[in-house]
T-cell receptor, first 111, second 117 residues
């Protein structure tokens, strides 16, 4: 059974810092991995999708990497801003089945 | 990107009533839709997988007679919470799988917040 964990559970940083969020999964036989952002009381916003054959994806200040063999993904946020404050969820796609979500990392970027 | 809508966005109901939540894929056909539930400060947990034209597949521990799922068309799936109780209060999110382009990406609706009094 696929299990997804995320470290740290919560993170508070001053504005401008670069930061890394970590995601680990137990079964490396995944189809893809997706990072989401969730604001309090809101739905999910897809940030980056990495196919199993890819190593990384970039969008603006965000860069996500995937090491499928070791069961790890990282989300790098450059020059963090207060508007980046949210919960970040990673989810793995078990070959066309459902997504399995991690517990999330709650990020606070202080002005 | 593809758009998934949910209706209503929030609902408050009395204990014992039934509530229907709609999930629509607006600009693509979704043969498979998923329903998730999220309790406060917890992550999303899959409730059931809904395939167009067939019965839904429920995850262990989810009562299929309480959470009725209908996927009558390629763009619409509904979740009905029957005889709702306060413990059913949660954030319900649907997603639809878009297989165009081979990316097999899931797109999520904005969620429905259910409060049962």
């Amino acid at each position: 059974k696929q299990e997804v964990t995320q470290i740290p559970a919560a993170l508070s940083v001053p504005e401008g810092e670069n930061l890394v969020l970590n995601c680990s999964f137990t079964d490396s036989a995944i189809y893809n991995l997706q990072w989401f952002r969730q604001d309090p009381g809101k739905g999910l916003t897809s940030l980056l999708l990495i196919q199993s054959s890819q190593r990384e994806q970039t969008s603006g200040r965000l860069n996500a990497s995937l090491d499928k063999s070791s069961g790890r993904s990282t989300l790098y946020i450059a020059a963090s801003q207060p508007g980046d404050s949210a919960t970040y969820l990673c989810a793995v796609d078990n070959y066309g089945q459902n997504f399995v979500f991690g517990p999330g990392t709650r990020l606070s970027v202080l002005p | 990107g593809a758009v998934v809508s949910q209706h209503p966005s929030w609902v408050i109901c009395k204990s014992g009533t039934s509530v229907k939540i709609e999930c629509r894929s607006l600009d693509f056909q979704a043969t498979t839709m998923f329903w998730y539930r999220q309790f406060p400060k917890q992550s999303l947990m899959l409730m059931a997988t809904s395939n167009e034209g067939s019965k839904a597949t429920y995850e262990q521990g989810v009562e299929k007679d309480k959470f009725l799922i209908n996927h009558a068309s390629l763009t619409l799936s509904t979740l009905t919470v029957t005889s709702a109780h306060p413990e059913d209060s949660s954030f319900y999110i649907c997603s639809a799988r878009d297989r165009r382009g081979g990316y097999n990406e899931q797109f999520f609706g904005p969620g429905t917040r259910l409060t049962v009094l």
